[in-house]
């Protein structure tokens, strides 16, 4: 079946270190994004990629890296300089391309908690 | 920028009509609507596309008007199954931007 999958689901990091959250889909989309979701926040978008070897910086890309070598594949990289890393994080894509009339789907997202 | 919604939160009994604006300050191309579960991923329920447009999915519709920059969702006789976060979602340039959401609570 097609889809797009997180993981871990739930991920614990100590202060200081940086941690890879994975992001797998299988629907042949272009596009992909993170997002971060804290408690009354909603979703705020953290990075995007139309297409392989490119991205760009959403809102809140501070203390974030990603990279897109591959197209069904785009990993997250949380870093040390992220002051408040402690976030559900959801992974998304879409056909891409100018694709506006087509939805995102979800992944089940990583729960991620420094301690 | 992120789209606008409103309320921040509704709470109904079963059978009661509810109303979740989104606004935004740039042109608006298209809307979609997700909605989210506790502890979910978000789940599509509708994309609108040009202005005037109207959807509906059983007993939950949308408008969009393009010229006013926003969209409603329209939850008409709830059930408890509608409870959790609606999301409004716009598309700028590639970048796919949600509003802060709408909490929906349903009580029998």
């Known amino acids: 079946d097609g889809g797009i999958t997180q993981s871990p689901k739930y991920l614990f990091r100590k202060e200081g270190q940086n941690v890879t959250l994975s992001c797998e889909q299988n629907l042949n989309h272009d596009a992909m994004y993170w997002y971060r979701q804290d408690p009354g926040q909603g979703l705020r978008l953290i990075y995007y990629s139309q297409i392989v070897n490119d991205f760009q910086k959403g809102d809140i890309a501070e203390g974030y890296s990603v990279s897109r070598e591959k197209k069904e594949s785009f990993p997250l990289t949380v870093t040390s300089a992220q002051k408040n890393p402690t976030a559900f994080y959801l992974c998304?894509?879409?056909?891409?391309?100018?694709?506006?009339?087509?939805?995102?789907?979800f992944g089940q997202g990583t729960r991620l908690t420094v301690v | 920028q992120q789209p606008v919604q409103s309320p921040q939160a509704v709470i109904l009994r079963e059978g009661e009509d509810a109303v979740i604006n989104c606004s935004s300050s740039?042109?608006?191309?298209?809307v979609h609507w997700y909605r989210q579960k506790h502890g979910e991923a978000p789940v599509f329920l509708m994309i609108l596309l040009k202005g005037g447009e109207q959807k509906g999915h059983d007993k939950i519709s949308a408008s969009f008007n393009e010229k006013k920059q926003q969209s409603s969702l329209y939850l008409t006789a709830s059930q408890l199954s509608y409870s959790g976060t609606y999301f409004c979602?716009?598309?700028?340039?590639?970048?796919?931007?949600f509003g802060q959401g709408t909490i929906l609570t349903v009580h029998p």
């Open positions: 979602g716009t598309y700028s340039y590639g970048k796919l931007t």
């Open positions: 740039k042109a608006l191309y298209s």
């Open positions: 998304a894509s879409s056909i891409g391309q100018g694709g506006t009339n087509t939805e995102a789907f």
